[in-house]
Each structure stands twice: as C-alpha cells, then as structure tokens.
C-alpha cells in the first residue's frame, strides 16, 4: 500500500488530514487497530473460559447429583 493511497483513505476518514499530519494519523490508526484486536482477543479468550467454567460447573454438579442417587438407590 503506497502512502498516496494510504493519505486518500484517511482523509476520507478524517477530514482534517494534510501530508503534514499523515504520519500522525497513520500512526495512531494503526495503534488503535492494534488495540482493538488485543481487546477483541481478551473478551473472546473470557467469553471461553466462562464457558469452560460453567461446562464444568454443570459436569461436576451432575457427578456430584449422580453419586447421591447411587449413595440412595444402592
């Protein structure tokens, strides 16, 4: 990707972009991209380890029911 396109692409973005000032927002799009993905990694990362959680929270729960009705039954 050439800087022309790049400087094209942000303006329509931004409206006050000058090639004086590209470099800055190139920079911080670039880092906010960055930042977003990291956030997006850490919320899907807990979204699945509250799954795990609660998956094994009803697996033991379901253990822990059964070994009571054998105790009973048996």
Do not use: P, W
Request: proline share 0%; with cysteine.
């Amino acid at each position: 990707v050439s800087r022309r396109a790049l400087h094209k692409l942000l303006r329509y973005r931004f409206r006050s972009v000058s090639e004086a000032n590209e470099l800055g927002y190139i920079s911080l799009s670039v880092i906010a991209l960055c930042a977003q993905i990291a956030f997006s990694c850490i919320a899907a990362h807990t979204a699945y380890s509250a799954h795990s959680y609660f998956c094994d929270k009803a697996i033991r729960k379901y253990i822990d029911e059964r070994k009571d009705y054998m105790k009973y039954f048996l």
